[in-house]
Protein backbone atom coordinates (compact mmCIF):
# COMPACT_ATOMS: atom_id res chain seq x y z
CA UNK A 1 0.00 0.00 0.00
CA UNK A 2 1.50 3.48 -1.23
CA UNK A 3 2.24 6.09 1.52
CA UNK A 4 3.67 9.14 2.33
CA UNK A 5 5.53 10.99 -0.96
CA UNK A 6 4.23 8.05 -3.06
CA UNK A 7 0.79 8.94 -2.25
CA UNK A 8 1.90 12.26 -1.97
CA UNK A 9 2.76 12.48 -5.98
CA UNK A 10 -0.72 10.86 -6.56
CA UNK A 11 -2.96 13.09 -5.09
CA UNK A 12 -0.87 16.24 -6.58
CA UNK A 13 -1.02 14.48 -9.97
CA UNK A 14 -4.83 14.24 -9.91
CA UNK A 15 -5.42 17.76 -8.25
CA UNK A 16 -3.62 19.27 -11.13
CA UNK A 17 -5.70 17.13 -13.73
CA UNK A 18 -3.33 15.16 -14.76
CA UNK A 19 -3.63 11.03 -16.12
CA UNK A 20 -0.09 9.33 -15.23
CA UNK A 21 -0.08 9.02 -19.27
CA UNK A 22 -0.04 12.90 -19.70
CA UNK A 23 2.62 12.78 -16.57
CA UNK A 24 5.28 10.50 -17.69
CA UNK A 25 4.85 12.22 -21.49
CA UNK A 26 6.05 15.40 -19.32
CA UNK A 27 8.65 13.57 -18.00
CA UNK A 28 9.39 11.11 -21.17
CA UNK A 29 9.36 8.39 -19.03
CA UNK A 30 6.87 5.50 -19.70
CA UNK A 31 3.78 5.66 -18.12
CA UNK A 32 4.91 2.56 -16.21
CA UNK A 33 7.74 3.76 -14.07
CA UNK A 34 5.11 6.46 -12.60
CA UNK A 35 2.64 3.84 -11.87
CA UNK A 36 5.76 1.93 -10.08
CA UNK A 37 5.95 5.81 -8.58
CA UNK A 38 3.19 5.88 -7.29
CA UNK A 39 2.42 2.17 -5.89
CA UNK A 40 6.36 2.14 -3.97
CA UNK A 41 7.34 -0.43 -6.33
CA UNK A 42 10.23 2.05 -7.55
CA UNK A 43 11.93 5.79 -6.96
CA UNK A 44 12.21 8.08 -9.61
CA UNK A 45 16.01 7.83 -10.30
CA UNK A 46 17.65 11.18 -9.54
CA UNK A 47 17.64 12.96 -13.26
CA UNK A 48 14.01 12.67 -13.50
CA UNK A 49 13.45 14.58 -9.93
CA UNK A 50 13.82 17.81 -10.98
CA UNK A 51 11.07 17.71 -14.29
CA UNK A 52 8.97 15.88 -11.54
CA UNK A 53 9.25 18.92 -8.99
CA UNK A 54 8.41 21.33 -12.36
CA UNK A 55 5.81 19.00 -13.66
CA UNK A 56 3.96 19.11 -10.27
CA UNK A 57 3.86 22.67 -9.67
CA UNK A 58 2.82 23.87 -13.26
CA UNK A 59 0.45 21.35 -15.53
CA UNK A 60 -0.07 23.63 -18.39
CA UNK A 61 2.45 22.24 -20.81
CA UNK A 62 5.89 22.90 -21.93
CA UNK A 63 6.68 26.43 -21.63
CA UNK A 64 7.56 28.91 -24.59
CA UNK A 65 9.94 31.64 -24.10
CA UNK A 66 8.10 34.99 -24.92
CA UNK A 67 8.94 36.00 -28.64
CA UNK A 68 11.82 39.30 -29.03
CA UNK A 69 10.35 42.43 -30.71
CA UNK A 70 11.71 42.75 -34.11
Known sequence: M?????TAL???RRALGMSQERLAIRL???VKSVARWEHGAS???P???PAL???SVD????RRSPRSPS
Open 2 to 6: PTGRR
Open 28 to 30: GVD
Open 47 to 49: WNR
Open 59 to 62: SRGP
Open 10 to 12: ARR
Open 43 to 45: EPQ
Open 53 to 55: ARA
